[in-house]
């Protein structure tokens, strides 16, 4: 199952690291919900999402969020501590703060140009990450840190981003995919590419027999013994060499 988990946020990471050029280490942008989950949960952030993601990561917020966590008072003052752990990005809301969620929208409008994950429990704000292209969505899960697979947005950018390096109009692009929806080839792909390969399971193959493999072997070695030949040397030629 671990190996499988793994499996899959390498697999992820690198859908966005070829799409949208995101690079080590990656940026993860914290809430105050996610530190209030882990610290409910006794979750330490920053080991598990170094494990989790299995690269080096910078755990980062904005002033905006702190604020809030600040504003919030009591309840969330564990969170707040969590929090102010981390490096402060600026997101030009310095004059006029803004809420956690709105700020966040601001860091990743325009395409996410800076590569952030964003890390939230708050649901509306993981809708929003998931229309913006390119933008990860990672949240809590109980104890376990969860990095949700590209979002439909991020899938259609990505192919349409490789069908204009093939030479497509953005149009014929968007033509294609369209076409392939209507007549259910995307499901086919996706179908064809869940096929797994390999061989037949070694677990339930007929093991080779050993003891006919050793006398296979020392049938070789006994004919290889009988072709060996002999060279007769003539009578006449034996006497003449005595003779000698
Ligand atoms: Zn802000």
């Known amino acids: 199952m ?13 859908f966005f690291s070829n799409n949208f050029g995101f690079r080590k ?8 919900t996610l530190c209030y989950s882990a610290l409910k949960n006794k979750v330490n952030i920053q080991d598990q999402l170094k494990n989790y993601l299995g690269v080096d990561v910078k755990l980062l917020t904005t002033k905006c969020v702190i604020l809030e966590t600040e504003m919030l008072g009591k309840h969330l003052c564990g969170a707040m501590l969590i929090v102010k752990q981390f490096a402060v990005h600026q997101c030009g809301h310095d004059s006029k ?13 325009d395409n996410n140009p800076n590569r952030y994950i964003i890390a939230t429990q708050d649901r509306e704000l993981q809708e929003i990450a998931r229309s913006s292209p390119g933008t990860p969505v990672l949240y809590l899960h109980k104890k376990t840190p969860t990095l949700e697979q590209p979002s439909k947005r991020s899938i259609e950018v990505a192919q349409e981003r490789s069908a204009l390096s093939n030479g497509l109009t953005k149009f014929d692009a968007e ?22 390969k390999g061989g037949p399971n070694p ?42």
Do not use: W, Y
């Not at 280490?25 to 105050?32: A, C, E, K, R, S």
């Open 175 to 196: 033509n294609i995919s369209n076409l392939k929806e209507e007549f259910g080839v995307k499901e086919l792909e996706t179908k064809r590419k869940k096929k797994k």
């Open 97 to 109: 703060p803004v809420p956690g969620s709105v700020c966040f929208e601001s860091m990743i409008a």
């Open 25 to 32: 280490p990656f940026q993860v942008l914290i809430d105050g």
């Open 203 to 244: 677990l339930s193959c007929k093991k080779p027999n050993k003891q006919k493999i050793h006398t296979v072997q020392q049938q070789n070695f006994e004919t290889g013994k009988k072709r060996r030949r002999r060279i007769r040397i003539p009578d006449h030629v034996k006497a003449e060499l005595f003779n000698k």
């Open 2 to 14: 671990r190996i499988n988990r793994h499996k899959k946020v390498h697999k992820c990471l690198n």
